[in-house]
């Protein structure tokens, strides 16, 4: 299917993938996609075009046959060699960081008058569908990367308007709360606040539709991206020193592993660099950073991160306050000033009518009762969020782990031959609650410094994959270290150092020192103080800490009692889980898959010592009570598995209901012992974010 793609986009200019984006405009509404499963399958333009295809063009240079390290037999399709094509640059992920690093390299090539060819792989059914942020957007690092548009990109708020129907909402009132368990509210003066906290200048934006935005003018620019294919392996040279490009997953692969009549064998994408752009947790960046220590290279510290639950609503026009910010601390995670859960909530007003409202839970907490979706439903019913949603309809639901390590958890982040970009690497500032311009920078410096390495030298312009159509095989692959060179002197490196110690403050004191360490390091010592405070150690002398470790038994504390959802203004998470709009075709493998050495844990510990808290952390699945369905007339047990959750224990036997993974990756990080392997499952799978 991607090599029909390829042939397609030669033979119309380019057009193929701008006109899947268009197709795919069915879903670009503010309403609720959850019922449209049947044309979301078959919507979109280039499948059908693909299907049909049967022709081939022997002109076509960046095809070559290229044979997989694991041939094995011939009889087996799944053993049959893959398809390989040849770029400059390929990039993994279609988020801020991917995109905004294909557009750079595309006005560099302009600009200096030597092409590189650059592809872009997107496992989401469209560019933006995985995407998922707050967002208040500081504007900085994309009004730079826009400046080198002949246009010179002052007005891309009233483009992101016209070509995704989306608006950029200026903020006007920024407000931070702290919220008791009674139903009242202290706010803190802005002028006590930390300087990054503070929203002057930024907007009020939908991530996914700004994805949209960028990957048009990607396409444009001349980038090839390829929505609905993900990146299932990384390639590797014959000594495993360096990196090659990745490979996309095999397509039509039954439950059990067989071939199906619809198999396509995935494709090997080769890149003189590979940028890997996947987000937070990304399976693939995660696999490189083992395998070449990256974080014992770079001196870091392990990731920690925080699981981010988030709805739209559409409100009516008396509630809604156009440009308004409102951020949280206090209920319902922490009841006193010494409560150790980090997390907080965020409420934003977006034009023309929408509340953008979640709740962020570091996942280093240790009650394993506690449910961090239920605890967000909870948060809505205070007075001071209940307000804001009176009258409203909730229109979408998602959620997405975010890094929350910062400065002391960056990787190295170059190797031969590929580098990591964005929230694969890190670059996130979690005291400002902001990420996007960060990887959108990292995405600018990491083109700049790219193509650069790449046509430097003599004869450089002849060594293109844009002038040959195929990589040099005498062209040792390059480790460009001048990206991480020119990272270090960035203003991303300037802000991660200035809050590096804040969130360990948060984890060691409590929320009351935290935000008193935080109000120093913001007001004085201005991240300058000549300490660190390192990461302690797990449950265990001598291990390093994670945040599945930070898990405490369950014997330690006592069940959570939590308020049965109204379906007005809280709702069961089957409920929203149909509004993320998440499919998976059901006859396939499943993605989620329990590590081999680790296939002791959800027998006898998880369940027995953590009260099986995969049942409650994971954003798609949860506890069931059966009478439920039995009420509804239900009866089947396959009915009621259909609509279950993701990780369920019955009988004391975990099952894995892979259908409703809304990828979020928290399960990789959470799990008692890291016990599952979160892998990429066929292409287009999972949610379908709109206004996210």
């Excluded at 197709?23 to 996609?33: C, I, K, P, V």
């Excluded at 990146?231 to 490009?245: C, F, H, I, P, T």
């Excluded at 201005?526 to 002398?541: D, F, H, Q, S, Y």
Aim: proline share 5%; net charge negative.
């Amino acid at each position: 299917m991607l090599r029909c793609m390829h042939l397609a986009r030669r033979a119309n200019s380019g057009s193929l993938s701008a006109v899947a984006l268009t197709e795919s405009a069915q879903y670009r509404s503010y309403s609720s996609l959850s019922n449209n499963r049947a044309s979301y399958r078959s919507g979109n333009a280039y499948k059908q075009l693909c299907v049909g295809s049967t022709s081939h063009n022997n002109n076509d240079f960046r095809l070559k046959r290229a044979f997989s390290d694991d041939v094995s037999s011939e009889d087996s399709p799944m053993n049959q060699p893959r398809e390989a094509m040849h770029y400059d640059v390929v990039i993994v992920g279609g988020g801020p960081a991917g995109l905004s690093a294909a557009i750079r390299l595309k006005q560099l090539s302009s600009e200096k008058d030597i092409d590189l060819s650059v592809c872009v792989l997107e496992k989401g059914s469209e560019v933006g569908s995985h995407i998922l942020s707050g967002n208040v957007f500081d504007t900085k690092a994309l009004e730079e990367l826009l400046s080198y548009n002949e246009d010179g990109g002052d007005q891309w708020t009233e483009a992101l308007l016209e070509s995704q129907d989306s608006h950029a909402t200026p903020v006007s009132e920024d407000s931070f709360l702290v919220l008791t368990e009674s139903g009242g509210s202290y706010q803190i003066p802005n002028m006590l606040l930390p300087s990054q906290l503070h929203n002057d200048g930024n907007y009020i934006i939908s991530l996914s539709k700004l994805a949209r935005y960028l990957g048009e003018m990607a396409e444009n620019l001349g980038v090839e991206i390829y929505p609905g294919f993900a990146a299932d392996e990384v390639l590797y040279s014959d000594d495993q020193k360096s990196v090659r490009g990745v490979a996309t997953k095999d397509m039509g692969i039954g439950k059990e592993g067989e071939a199906k009549d619809t198999f396509e064998r995935g494709v090997e994408l080769l890149g003189r660099q590979t940028l890997f752009a996947e987000g937070a947790r990304g399976s693939c960046s995660e696999s490189i950073i083992s395998k070449y220590n990256l974080r014992q290279e770079g001196g870091a510290s392990n990731q920690h991160f925080g699981l981010g639950i988030k709805e739209v609503w559409e409100v009516p026009e008396e509630n809604f306050k156009p440009g308004f910010v409102q951020h949280t601390l206090g209920y319902p995670l922490q009841s006193s000033v010494t409560d150790k859960v980090y997390g907080g909530s965020f409420l934003y007003h977006q034009e023309p009518n929408l509340v953008l409202c979640g709740l962020v839970v570091g996942l280093d907490y240790e009650n394993p009762y506690l449910n961090p979706y239920k605890e967000f439903q909870r948060w809505k019913t205070h007075p001071a969020i209940k307000s804001h949603l009176e009258g409203g309809t909730c229109i979408q639901y998602g959620a997405r782990v975010l890094n929350e390590g910062g400065y002391h958890s960056l990787p190295k982040l170059t190797f031969p031959g590929g580098m990591l970009l964005g929230c694969s690497a890190g670059f996130l500032n979690a005291v400002k609650i902001k990420g996007s311009h960060c990887a959108i920078k990292s995405g600018t410096i990491a083109a700049e410094s790219v193509y650069s390495s790449l046509t430097s030298g003599e004869n450089a312009e002849e060594k293109t994959v844009a002038s040959t159509g195929e990589i040099d095989t005498e062209e040792a692959p390059v480790e460009v270290t001048k990206y991480a060179e020119s990272m270090e002197k960035s203003w991303v490196y300037d802000e991660l150092k200035e809050v590096r110690n804040c969130h360990e403050a948060f984890s060691r004191w409590g929320v009351g020192g935290g935000l008193i360490y935080t109000g120093i390091a913001a007001h004085i010592t201005k991240g300058k103080e000549p300490w660190t405070l390192p990461t302690p150690v797990g449950r265990n002398a001598g291990e390093s800490k994670t945040d599945s470790k930070a898990t405490k038994p369950a014997k330690d504390f006592q069940p959570i009692d939590y308020p049965v959802p109204d379906g007005i203004l809280t709702f069961d998470l089957l409920t929203n889980l149909q509004r993320s709009g998440t499919y998976h075709d059901d006859d396939q493998p499943s993605h989620l898959r329990i590590k081999p050495d680790l296939a002791h844990i959800p027998e006898s510990t998880s369940l027995q010592v953590y009260a099986a808290p995969e049942s409650r952390f994971c954003p798609a699945g949860e506890l069931i009570v059966f009478e439920r369905f039995l009420s509804k007339g239900i009866t089947r047990l396959t009915d009621i598995f259909a609509r279950l959750g993701v990780y369920e224990y019955v009988d004391e036997k975990l099952v894995i209901n892979a259908q409703n993974c809304i990828h979020c990756k928290c399960c990789s990080i959470k799990m008692p012992e890291e016990y599952i392997d979160w892998t990429v499952p066929e292409g287009a799978g999972g949610p379908q974010y709109q206004v996210m």
